[in-house]
């Protein structure tokens, strides 16, 4: 069964500090994985995908096959980056399967 | 840039009554999903179309159904409204053969 999990909800830091938030999954084959972001009062939009192996925003995200995990990670938080954060999976022709969230808070 | 668009942002109804939320977007997308976004539940997929008037149950899909008339056009509706639907719904569309899905800004549902 595919299955998504962020075992965080809520997580805190101080701006300039490092964030990690974690996500794993469970599918057999080979998923794409995603992290979309939610920022208050807007939608839901694609932040980056493990396939385009870029960095968004100064977040990068690397697939481990070994441990099932998809963390995404910034170096040095910014107040700005104070959102809603969702990992999802997509195995080819199907559905995403989200994860529950995770709420990161970036103090100043 | 794509645009899915949803009618309202914030709907209060009464229990019993018969809802609909609509979901039009601009990209001549085959596929459309609708979701509930729960808080720790994350998002939760109610019904998804891949064509017109083709619909497929998804997840949670008990007391809703959809509509799919025209290919830009996606609708929800609840046959009877009851509490436990008050939720955020999620209206989004994916290209065939893309994988990123592109959203709507939510419609914010309290059913009293």
């Known amino acids: 069964a595919q299955r998504v999990t962020q075992p965080e909800k809520l997580l805190s830091v101080f701006k300039g500090a490092p964030v990690e938030l974690k996500c794993n999954y469970s599918y057999s084959g080979s998923p794409e994985l995603f992290w979309y972001v939610q920022y208050s009062r807007q939608r839901l939009q694609l932040l980056l995908r493990?396939?385009s192996r870029e960095s968004i925003k100064g977040f990068t995200a690397d697939l481990n096959k070994g441990e099932t995990s998809f963390h995404l990670k910034k170096p040095f938080a910014q107040e700005e980056d104070s959102a809603m954060y969702y990992c999802a999976l997509s195995g080819y022709g199907q559905n995403f399967v989200f994860g529950p969230g995770t709420r990161l808070s970036v103090l100043p | 840039d794509v645009k899915v668009t949803q009618s309202s942002r914030y709907l209060v109804k009464r229990t019993g009554e018969k809802v609909f939320l609509e979901c039009v977007q601009d990209m001549d997308h085959e596929n459309m999903f609708w979701y509930r976004q729960d808080p720790g539940l994350g998002l939760r997929l109610i019904y998804f179309?891949?064509?017109?008037?083709?619909?497929e149950k998804g997840d949670i899909p008990e007391g809703y159904s959809v509509s799919r008339e025209k290919k830009e056009r996606f609708s929800l509706i609840l046959e009877s409204a009851s509490t436990n639907q008050t939720s955020m719904y999620l209206c989004a569309s994916r290209g065939q053969g893309a994988r990123e899905q592109y959203f709507g800004p939510g419609t914010r549902l309290t059913v009293t």
């Open positions: 493990h396939i």
């Open positions: 179309s891949y064509d017109v008037k083709m619909k």
